[in-house]
């Protein structure tokens, strides 16, 4: 309904207080959080992905909509991407629907000048900023945009299988090109081709691969692809392995992904070109939906780029608590803090130094250990009790920013 339109949009919502700035940054943030959710089948994932973080040590994430179990959402160290599904299956139309669904969101969220906490792959970057996805007359063509490079990002196990595959059938080349052997002796070179994963080795066949692809997740209904006709029949051998691979990448990274990414243009566009984004590198784009997904600051940070007002100063000791808690923050409680105090958990480029307005911190009259602290998130206007120690102004801080809704404000 608001594609067409160039007013911007804010939200409200029924029976909770607050309107403009805050609720509606909230209302992108929850929509970036649906759009993650792993049942929705349209990223590349695992049944064992978890956390995205290498620690692999949380266990819940919160991404706006409470604490949902690992695994509920996608979360990739290499980021989103497309999900590769059968060109002209329901489960590639439902796909498609929501793609075209994220390109008008993304649209907006860019013609707004929003910030919303969505981890894009850079490869998926990649494909919005390419001419041949925004341009082509007749829809994408993403033949040769991305690379096995790409994919490996994306998909670190099936990447570098499919890299290992392609230097074995290099060294059978390799040997068929010798001069210095004869026909026999390659033969029998080539017989004793291995490939080589993680510290063992194994000849092609013993694989028992054949022309077709299974789904990565139980997410995914579809039981497998042929990448040929009759696929199930053919065997994977060092004859054909080459085209085994170039099948895998069409799929993986042209026809699988083509009927979504076309969707995802036709919303797009709907608000404003996607070729308008041939302007910036995957970074940039990165920058300007989600400003610092990963969001750090220095004491010298706080300190210097928020406003301490009505009854403190940067010298009172309440503030200065109110600093030390702010440093020993950890990455997640950070994302939430900024979450309950802009109703966004990213920064933009630049950090604290470009977040407009400044946080203002000012003293909560008529309060004091026993309260909570509380927000007018449209201005970033902190309202913090004066608390006799750092640890009681932590504990009442980490309360009121895991607050859902706008009852603190």
């Not at 409200?12 to 509606?24: A, F, I, M, R, W």
């Not at 065997?235 to 691979?245: G, S």
């Not at 802009?342 to 009259?365: E, F, M, Q």
């Amino acid at each position: 309904f608001h594609a067409d339109r160039k007013a911007v949009l804010e939200i409200e919502y029924t029976n909770e207080e607050g309107t403009g700035l805050g609720p509606t940054l909230e209302f992108y943030a929850l929509v970036a959080a649906e759009l993650q959710r792993k049942s929705l089948a349209l990223w590349v994932c695992d049944d064992d992905d978890t956390h995205a973080s290498k620690s692999n040590e949380e266990k819940e994430i919160d991404l706006g909509e409470g604490k949902k179990p690992a695994g509920y959402y996608v979360r990739r160290v290499g980021g989103l991407f497309p999900a590769p599904l059968p060109p002209g299956t329901e489960e590639s139309q439902k796909a498609a629907d929501m793609f075209r669904i994220l390109g008008v969101f993304l649209a907006k969220v860019l013609l707004d000048g929003r910030l919303v906490d969505l981890p894009l792959s850079r490869s998926f970057l990649k494909l919005l900023v390419h001419p041949q996805i925004g341009e082509e007359i007749h829809g994408p063509n993403l033949h040769n945009v991305l690379t096995l490079d790409d994919f490996e990002e994306v998909n670190p196990v099936k990447g570098s299988f499919l890299k290992e595959l392609i230097a074995l059938a290099h060294r059978k080349r390799t040997i068929e090109s010798d001069s210095t052997l004869d026909h026999t002796a390659k033969r029998m070179k080539i017989s004793e081709l291995k490939l080589h994963m993680k510290g063992s080795s194994c000849r092609i066949e013993d694989l028992a691969l054949n022309f077709t692809v299974n789904p990565p997740s139980k997410v995914f209904q579809y039981s497998e692809m042929e990448l040929v006709d009759g696929g199930g029949d053919i065997d994977v051998t060092l004859d054909n392995v080459e085209h085994y691979v170039e099948k895998c990448e069409q799929f993986y990274l042209n026809n699988g992904i083509a009927h979504q990414m076309r969707a995802f243009r036709e919303g797009f566009d709907r608000v404003f070109p996607l070729s308008t984004l041939r302007a910036y590198s995957p970074e940039e784009v990165q920058g300007l939906l989600s400003g610092e997904q990963c969001p750090e600051w220095t004491r010298d940070d706080v300190l210097n780029y928020t406003e301490p007002k009505l009854g403190y100063s940067r010298e009172s000791p309440g503030f200065l608590r109110f600093v030390d808690v702010m440093e020993a923050l950890t990455a997640q409680e950070r994302k939430n803090f900024l979450q309950f105090a802009t109703g966004c958990s990213s920064l933009p480029p630049g950090g604290l130094a470009n977040l407009h307005p400044r946080l203002t911190i000012v003293r909560k009259v008529e309060s004091g250990d026993g309260s909570y602290p509380s927000v007018n998130t449209c201005v970033h206007y902190l309202k913090l009790p004066e608390y006799s120690t750092a640890e009681i102004l932590r504990e009442r801080l980490l309360t009121a920013i895991n607050e859902k809704g706008f009852h603190l404000n």
